[in-house]
DNA sequence: GAGTGGTCTAGACCACGTT
DNA sequence: ACGTGGTCTAGACCACTCA
């Protein structure tokens, strides 16, 4: 290991240095993709650290996905899976456009009965009281997306007396019923407008669409919300990276 | 701290166990979003566990989004952040759908000389030398999508005499011209088939597409690929999970 | 059997925020 | 001054892999 010296810094976390320039020999391209690095002893005795911070610089890098570790055998570089197929490719992303008003336009607000597959999803039983509201969400002051929402009744008495077109509704369902929103699961299709969307958005039938599927759900895994929703194509974009 | 007891079991890592249990705290909303959870000296206490054993619990639960803490003033519940306001959403997303096969259709590769845009995006000189080839990528034996890609020409010398049609453009790039494939960011918009693509897809003009535009970098930020995809919006589908 | 990474402990010092 | 989380060390035992 005898490379280039290496001088901490006072005033930065240790480990946090390690890091760094553990990180510093993968981009370089000192230690290349698929490599097996050195074994921990050698790099406690190389950066003069004790073995739990050594550890916690090359965990913080296995967490982030740029090596990989085998008991037995030993840490190596891991080499990015860009692509190789598609599907189970994975990142982060984010959605790029402006921000949803508070205020939204009601479309309608109604009582209704669960069908067999918004039962499903609900996880209610079929005939069940549920909600069904549609709006649509403003950004910018113009339409940016059409709205269908399907709530398991009983979780929301008196929800058509709530302001729905001024304020979010998951503020709605977390501050005036409580309902502790813990996590979410959305699927993007593209799509096309059909004359209601298209109505409702201000664009022409046929212009692309996200179609995004959205099941909030709440403790014990129960369902809060189903919702269905078009997004205008020419303003939102989902933005993905990989590593 | 008189709660249910907590009894270890033999044969599965402590920290695990104990991370188990503080995410059931969460998830059952014994600890509510917001609230401040006990101190480390009081959970070592309850699970009686040695400090380091409990920070890595702690410490996992702080790296997946579910806890926050502060320096001086404690640890607190993370309220979920699902919304409020589309843009700058943010969350994991996997693709669901066939995986490509290595082979592909290859369309054409020709030599070509950047135009000012795809300069900008390669960021080399407009002029510059550059490839351009085109694929159709099968999934399932089947189409499933087209994509062209543009590549600076001084990276890869004779890229058009290797097996452009029966590996992935990806690792050749990285095996046999050493490009090291570090990050890559990708767009995605929705769109719908012109004829061009729908005679490559096999499927009708007007069919809803994902529109998919990746730039893959390689060391020194600088640009190994860019690349213009439509995946059919039958086979592919996002799923983004927030927390 | 020697070497690898995975786990766990006990104890120490620090910077920070609240009181 | 006190309690919080952040850092770091030294040493121990384990399961696993490979020669």
């Known amino acids: 290991m005898p490379t280039t010296a290496f001088a901490a810094q006072r005033d930065l976390a240790l480990h946090h240095q390690v890091r760094e320039d553990l990180l510093l020999k993968l981009r370089s391209g000192e230690w290349a993709p698929g490599a097996e690095i050195p074994p921990e002893p050698a790099l406690c005795a190389h950066y003069g650290v004790s073995r739990g911070t050594l550890r916690r610089a090359l965990g913080d890098l296995v967490n982030e996905g740029y090596l990989e570790r085998f008991p037995g055998r030993g840490t190596f570089v891991r080499p990015p899976k860009l692509e190789t197929g598609l599907a189970g490719s994975f990142g982060r992303f984010t959605v790029v456009g402006p921000s949803f008003a508070q205020a939204s336009r009601l479309v309608f607000c109604r009582r209704s009965r669960a069908s067999a597959s918004i039962a499903a999803v609900l996880k209610v039983k079929p005939g069940a009281p549920i909600w069904h509201l549609e709006r649509v969400r403003l950004a910018d002051g113009r339409p940016a997306a059409l709205q269908s929402s399907y709530l398991p009744r009983r ?40 004359g209601y969307a298209a109505r409702h958005l201000g664009i022409k039938p046929g212009t692309p669409l996200f179609r995004v599927e959205r099941t909030t759900y709440t403790s014990g895994e129960r369902v809060a919300e189903y919702r269905l929703s078009v997004l205008r194509g020419d303003i939102f974009r989902y933005r993905n990276e990989f590593r």
Chains 1, 2 share one sequence.
């Open 155 to 194: 979780l929301y008495p008196g929800l058509d007396r709530q302001p729905l077109a001024s304020r979010f509704l998951l503020d709605i369902m977390a501050e005036e019923y409580g309902v502790a929103l813990l996590r979410a699961v959305e699927f993007v299709d593209p799509t096309v407008a059909d």
